[in-house]
């Protein structure tokens, strides 16, 4: 036996961890927890510990927060994975808190006599599903535990899902730290026309904030570069019709940085990620 706990059969776990007998057996086929095994006239028994059913209800109540087995065991096995694997799931919550959202949002401006079957269901959250991958479950599915290289397959999706996200987070920086160089590099450059360093401070401080992870400068910003857009083509018409060419090629550079950069932040799913990860570690 582990140590010298008593030994618990089936229905007194069960009634431990409130779990059915169905979900212990499962998560002691995944390798979850391993109870003490005993063979008797020829048939084998688990017997389970204390320490069985505190791991049971450990595993349960990450379940019910949407960690997968996977990960579960990952972090048992590689305690010094666990940073990382947090890092991943935080992000996979994050991407699906906010698809989640915006089907409500889609669902909210549907009419239910508009829906007649699953066919009409799925045209009118068409455009919304296109964006979105088919879930794990659906691309690599388990059929039992004695399916060839299930384990294998599982690992490698990890592996390709830990790196499409590290891809992600490295374009969100890229994409970040460039939007926050020009804007310095354009308020410089305002600085000289205006000669206001009050407000060259406060760009500055709003960059940096934005390479931090500040969530309402995100959007500040991209605001404000949606409106610089508007602006500046009010400023080109102007200095065409009013021969001030010296500042055409300045004022198309700022409409052309303003508007990808609203966009970019406004839309990539990149600068969402990283910018997560900036705030949250």
């Not at 659906?138 to 290289?149: L, M, R, S, Y």
């Not at 055409?248 to 609203?262: A, C, P, R």
Request: proline share 2%.
């Amino acid at each position: 036996m582990k140590g010298d706990e008593s030994a618990m059969k089936m229905k007194e776990v069960c009634k431990r961890t409130e779990l059915t007998e169905r979900t212990i057996r499962y998560y002691v086929e995944e390798g979850l927890v391993t109870p003490e095994v005993s063979v008797r006239n020829g048939r084998e028994y688990r017997e389970y510990s204390a320490k069985d059913v505190e791991e049971l209800n450990t595993i349960a109540g990450l379940r019910k927060l949407f960690f997968t087995i996977d990960e579960i065991k990952d972090m048992q096995e590689h305690p010094d994975r666990i940073h990382e694997v947090l890092s991943a799931y935080k992000l996979k919550l994050a991407s699906d808190a906010k698809a989640k959202a915006a089907i409500v949002e889609a669902l909210d401006g549907i009419f239910p006599g508009e829906l007649r079957d699953v066919a009409s269901i799925a045209s009118k959250l068409k455009i919304m599903s296109e964006k979105l991958p088919l879930p794990q479950r659906d691309i690599n599915p388990n059929f039992g535990k004695f399916e060839q290289g299930s384990k294998a397959e599982r690992e490698q999706e990890y592996a390709r899902f830990m790196e499409r996200q590290a891809n992600k987070i490295k374009r969100g920086r890229i994409i970040v730290y460039t939007i926050a160089i020009l804007h310095i590099l354009f308020s410089i450059v305002s600085f000289f026309l205006s000669f206001n360093i009050l407000q060259l401070i406060v760009q500055i401080v709003l960059s940096i904030c934005l390479i931090a992870g500040v969530s309402w400068v995100r959007y500040l910003f991209a605001t404000g570069a949606a409106i610089s857009v508007f602006l500046s083509v009010q400023l080109i018409i102007l200095t065409v019709s009013e021969g001030l060419i010296d500042l055409l090629f300045y004022t198309i550079l700022l409409v052309v940085y303003s508007g990808i950069g609203s966009f970019l932040l406004f839309k990539s799913e990149s600068v969402s990620e990283f910018l997560y990860t900036q705030k949250n570690g």
